[in-house]
C-alpha cells in the first residue's frame, strides 16, 4: 500500500516534466516531418529519399543498368525508412524521365499502372543527371543515420530541378503542392532572369491536355489552375478522349464518365479504354445527344476538368517556407551561377596548381638540376637543400614558393636521358595550362555570360523531345444548367396547383433536368420559379410551366386579366429575366379575386391576335378582336393597357402573329469557337428565327447549322463562317496534291440539311481549302516564286470559272506551291494591275 502511495506521489510531482515532454515530442516529430520526409530543399529540389536514393545510384554508378531491389539496398544505408518508401520515391521519380534511365515495366501514369517488382526493373542515373546533380568537391557532406557514411546535405543541383519535378507532400500542420514545368522554358526563363528581362512560368504535364493559368498565381497558396483532356468528336455519335488531366487516370475519369451517366448528368451507350501507345478513351453517345452539349458536360461533371490548387511550400535555412515559382527560379539560377562560380575557383587553382609542377618539372630538366641527385650528400635532407638552392635563381619566374612536398615529388620522378622533345613537350603543356587559365579567369570576370551559356548548352543537349505538352488556353465558363441533358420527368395537378417529378399520376408536362428552375403561371395571376423537385405548390388553376431561362429577353409572355377590385381587364406584355427563386410574384394589380383571361407563351416575341367575348353587359360591341402587336413589352410589374371596363366571358385565340422583336445580333468568338450575343468576336449579322449558318472548313467541308449557342465550332478548322444565304454564290480556291495545282470553283449551296458536312472538293489525301469567298465579283491577289522569280497578280474569278454545281473538280487555277500566298481583294482596292497567271 506504501509503495502504491509513494509511486503516486512520484507521478504527481513529475507531471509537469511529463507535460513538457510531451509537448517536446510532439514539435520534434512535426519538425521532423516537414525538414526529413514531406517538403523539399529549395537548395537541390529534393526531399531526403530522394536524394539519398541519387547518391546511392551515383556511388553505383558504372555507365550500366542497375537492378532497382540493388539500388534500394545501397540507399537503405542513409535512408532509414525501409525499402517501401525508397521504392516509391525510385519509380516516382523514373516516371518523371528526367534524373533517372529506366528499363523494364515502370508502370503509367496516365493508366494508373503501377510499375513491375523491384527485382524486375532496373534504372541508372541519365546522363543529364551526372552533368547537373554531382560534384564531390562543391558538395557539403554530413554523417549518415548510423554515423557509418557520409551523405550530402545537399547536392550541388545546377538546374531549377524542383520546378521541373514539381513536388507532392503532407507533413504535420502543412504541406505541399509545386506543379511540374516544362524543362525548356525553365531554362529559357533562366536565361532571361540573368540577362535582367521578365520572365513567366507556367505548368506542363506529360499527361498532356489543356491548361487555364489564369488564377495560377505564380503557383501561390490561394491561386489554381483547371486542367481538361483533349476530347475530339470523331463523327455525330462517337467521342475520343485523346488524353488525361493532371492526376487523373485512365481508370478515375472512365469511372467519372460512368458515374454521370448513372445520375443522368450525361447520356451515353458506353465507354471503352483503348489507351495503348496514346490515350484513348471511346464515348459512344446514345441516340439524338448532342455531341458539343455532351463535351462541355464531359468537362463539368466528369473528371475530364479537374482544378488544382498549388502550394509551393519548400525548406529554406531549416524553415518552411511559401514561396513563388518565379522567386523559386531566382534562388535557383543564383545558386546555379554561385556552383559554377565555385567550380571555376577550383579549376583554377587546379590548372595554377598543374602549372606550378610543370614549371618546375621543366626547370628541373632543362636546367640540369636533376644532376644534384648524382651528387654524393651526407643525408636525404641534404639533397633536398641542394635542390632548392639549385632553384633559387628561378623562383622569381614561379607563381608561388616551392614546398619541399614539390621537390619530394619532382624526386620520385624517374631520371633519364633528357631530350629536347621532352623539354619541347612541357613547353606545349604549359602554354595550354595558361591558355586554360586565361579562359577560366575570363569566365570568372564574366559570370554572367558563362551562366547563360551553360543553361543554353543544357538546352542544345539535353532539350530534344522536351517541348511543351500541355496546352495553356483559356476555359469558357460552362453553367451546369446549360449542359445538363433532361434525366427527370416534370409532371403537374392544374387543378390543385402542384408540379414535381413524384406525380406520376398527373399530366406529364415534359422532360427537364434536375438542374433546371422552373417558371410557372397560374390562374389567380401569380408566377414562381422553383427548383425542380419532387413535388411543390404553386397555385391553384396552373396556366403554364416551363424551364426557365435567366436572362431570356426573347421569350415574351401576353396576357390578359381582370383586376379583382375594380373588374377592368388589362393586357400586358413582359419578359422576366431574373427573379428570386420560390418568391411568389403578383402579376395583377394584387387583389386576391384577380383572375387571368388570357395567357401565351412566346419564344420570340411573336404577338397574336386574340377573340374578346364580353358577358352580360351594357356595352354596344360585346365580340372584338385584340391585337397584342400594339402593346410595347414592359417590366412584368407593369399594370399594362386596358382592355375593356365590361366583364369578360372568354378570351379565345383566333390569329397567329408575327414576331415585334428585332432580329437576334449573333457574334463568333473564336477564341472558344462559341455563337454568342455578348458581342464578343466577329460580327455575323442580325438573325431571324429560321435563318442559318454557312461554316466552310479548311478539310473541304460545309455545314449549314442553326443558331443554339451550345454549340462548338472550332475555329482551327474553319476557313470561313458568316450568315447563310441560298442566293450567295462560293468561291473555293483548293489545293489537289495529287496532281500538285490550285484548283477554283464557284457554286451555290444546294443542299438544306442541317448540322451534316458535305465535301466540296475533290477527294484526296491532304487536299485543303486555300483560299474562299461569297463575294459577288471576287478578285484574287496571288503570289508565287521566291526572289528574282516572284510573279504577283490579280485575277478575276468570274472570268475562268462558270457557276456549277457543289460537287464539280472545278477548273485549274495555277500549279500547286507551298509559298503560294493568296488574299481576296476588296472592291474599293482594285486596280489596273496585269493579270499574270
Known amino acids: 500500500m506504501s509503495a502504491a502511495k509513494n509511486k503516486l506521489a512520484d507521478i504527481q510531482l513529475n507531471d509537469s516534466g511529463l507535460h513538457g515532454q510531451y509537448k517536446n515530442w510532439f514539435l520534434e516529430y512535426a519538425s521532423y516531418v516537414i525538414l526529413e520526409r514531406a517538403v523539399p530543399a529549395v537548395e537541390d529540389g529534393l526531399k531526403p529519399v530522394q536524394r539519398r536514393i541519387l547518391h546511392a545510384m551515383k556511388e553505383m554508378d558504372d555507365g550500366r543498368f542497375n537492378k532497382v531491389a540493388n539500388i534500394i539496398g545501397q540507399a537503405m544505408q542513409y535512408h532509414p525508412h525501409g525499402d517501401a518508401s525508397i521504392g516509391d520515391a525510385l519509380v516516382n521519380m523514373g516516371q518523371k524521365d528526367l534524373l533517372i534511365d529506366t528499363q523494364g515495366n515502370w508502370g503509367d501514369v496516365r493508366t494508373g499502372d503501377d510499375a513491375a517488382a523491384a527485382r524486375y526493373i532496373e534504372a541508372r542515373l541519365s546522363k543529364f543527371a551526372l552533368e547537373v546533380a554531382f560534384n564531390a568537391k562543391t558538395t557539403e557532406w554530413q554523417l549518415s543515420y548510423d554515423g557509418r557514411k557520409n551523405e550530402p546535405v545537399t547536392l550541388p543541383m545546377k538546374f531549377p530541378l524542383l520546378l521541373a519535378h514539381g513536388a507532392d507532400g503532407i507533413a504535420v500542420g502543412l504541406s505541399t503542392k509545386i506543379l511540374p514545368h516544362n524543362f525548356c522554358e525553365l531554362i529559357e526563363a533562366s536565361v532571361k532572369y540573368l540577362r535582367g528581362r521578365k520572365f513567366e512560368l507556367y505548368p506542363d504535364f506529360l499527361t498532356g491536355g489543356m491548361i487555364d493559368v489564369a488564377d495560377y498565381n505564380q503557383g501561390k497558396r490561394g491561386g489554381k489552375v483547371k486542367v481538361r483532356a483533349h476530347i475530339e468528336e470523331l463523327d455525330k455519335k462517337t467521342l475520343v478522349i485523346r488524353s488525361v488531366p493532371y492526376g487523373v487516370t485512365t481508370t478515375q475519369l472512365m469511372e467519372s464518365v460512368v458515374k454521370a451517366n448513372d445520375q443522368g448528368k450525361i447520356k451515353i451507350k458506353k465507354v471503352t479504354d483503348n489507351t495503348a501507345a496514346e490515350v484513348e478513351i471511346q464515348v459512344d453517345l446514345a441516340a439524338g445527344i448532342s455531341p458539343d452539349i455532351t463535351i462541355d458536360a464531359l468537362y463539368k461533371f466528369t473528371d475530364c476538368e479537374v482544378s488544382i490548387s498549388p502550394n509551393a511550400c519548400v525548406i529554406v535555412d531549416q524553415k518552411p517556407q511559401f514561396l513563388g515559382v518565379q522567386e523559386l527560379l531566382k534562388l535557383s539560377v543564383d545558386k546555379t551561377k554561385d556552383l559554377l562560380e565555385q567550380e571555376l575557383k577550383i579549376r583554377l587553382a587546379e590548372l595554377q ?485
Request: contains cysteine.
Open 353 to 837: 596548381e598543374k602549372w606550378h609542377y610543370t614549371s618546375l618539372e621543366k626547370i628541373f630538366f632543362e636546367e640540369k638540376i636533376y644532376k644534384e641527385l648524382e651528387k654524393k650528400y651526407e643525408t636525404w635532407d641534404k639533397v633536398i637543400e641542394a635542390i632548392d638552392k639549385a632553384f633559387v635563381p628561378f623562383k622569381k619566374l614561379l607563381k608561388r614558393d616551392i614546398s619541399r612536398e614539390d621537390i619530394l615529388k619532382l624526386t620520385e620522378k624517374p631520371v633519364r636521358r633528357i631530350y629536347r622533345l621532352d623539354i619541347d613537350e612541357l613547353n606545349e603543356q604549359i602554354r595550354g595550362l595558361e591558355a586554360d587559365i586565361r579562359q577560366v579567369k575570363n569566365d570568372l570576370a564574366n559570370l554572367v555570360d558563362f551562366a547563360v551559356s551553360y543553361y543554353e548548352n543544357l538546352l542544345k543537349k539535353y532539350g530534344k523531345g522536351r517541348e511543351r505538352r500541355t496546352e495553356i488556353r483559356q476555359f469558357e465558363v460552362i453553367e451546369a444548367k446549360s449542359v445538363a441533358i433532361a434525366n427527370t420527368k416534370l409532371y403537374v395537378n392544374r387543378a390543385e396547383g402542384f408540379i414535381g417529378t413524384g406525380l406520376k399520376k398527373d399530366e406529364l408536362l415534359f422532360e427537364c433536368s434536375d438542374l433546371d428552375d422552373i417558371i410557372v403561371f397560374a390562374k389567380r395571376g401569380i408566377m414562381k420559379v422553383v427548383k425542380v423537385s419532387d413535388k411543390i405548390f404553386i397555385g391553384k388553376d396552373i396556366l403554364h410551366a416551363a424551364v426557365f431561362q435567366k436572362n431570356d429577353e426573347r421569350t415574351t409572355y401576353n396576357m390578359i386579366y381582370a383586376d379583382g377590385a375594380s373588374g377592368i381587364s388589362y393586357a400586358k406584355r413582359f419578359n422576366v429575366t431574373g427573379v428570386t427563386r420560390d418568391k411568389e410574384y403578383d402579376l395583377t394589380k394584387g387583389h386576391e379575386k384577380s383572375r387571368v383571361h388570357y395567357f401565351s407563351a412566346n419564344p420570340n416575341g411573336e404577338a397574336e391576335v386574340v377573340k374578346v367575348l364580353l358577358g352580360n353587359c351594357t356595352a354596344r360591341i360585346k365580340e372584338f378582336d385584340f391585337y397584342f402587336e400594339e402593346l410595347e413589352i414592359k417590366g412584368r410589374n407593369s399594370m399594362g393597357n386596358q382592355v375593356t371596363k365590361y366583364p369578360i366571358r372568354s378570351v379565345k385565340f383566333k390569329e397567329a402573329g408575327r414576331s415585334t422583336l428585332a432580329g437576334r445580333k449573333l457574334w463568333y468568338d473564336d477564341q472558344f469557337g462559341r455563337l454568342n450575343t455578348d458581342e464578343k468576336g466577329m460580327y455575323l449579322g442580325v438573325f431571324e428565327p429560321d435563318d442559318r449558318i454557312l461554316v466552310i472548313g479548311r478539310d473541304g467541308y460545309y455545314e449549314i447549322t442553326d443558331q443554339e449557342l451550345t454549340q462548338k465550332i472550332d475555329a482551327e478548322k474553319i476557313i470561313l463562317i458568316e450568315k447563310f444565304s441560298p442566293d450567295k454564290i462560293l468561291t473555293a480556291v483548293y489545293a489537289d496534291l495529287e496532281k500538285k495545282q490550285f484548283m477554283v470553283k464557284r457554286f451555290r449551296i444546294e443542299t438544306t440539311t442541317l448540322k451534316n458536312r458535305f465535301l466540296f472538293i475533290k477527294e484526296g489525301d491532304g487536299n485543303y481549302v486555300e483560299a474562299v469567298t461569297t463575294q459577288e465579283e471576287p478578285i484574287l491577289a496571288m503570289q508565287q516564286g521566291r526572289g528574282a522569280q516572284i510573279r504577283k497578280g490579280k485575277l478575276k474569278i468570274t472570268k475562268m470559272a462558270e457557276v456549277t454545281g457543289w460537287k464539280t473538280v472545278g477548273t485549274k487555277l495555277a500549279d500547286y506551291s507551298k509559298s503560294t500566298e493568296m488574299e481576296w481583294v476588296k472592291p474599293k482596292e482594285e486596280d489596273n494591275q496585269p493579270e499574270l497567271f
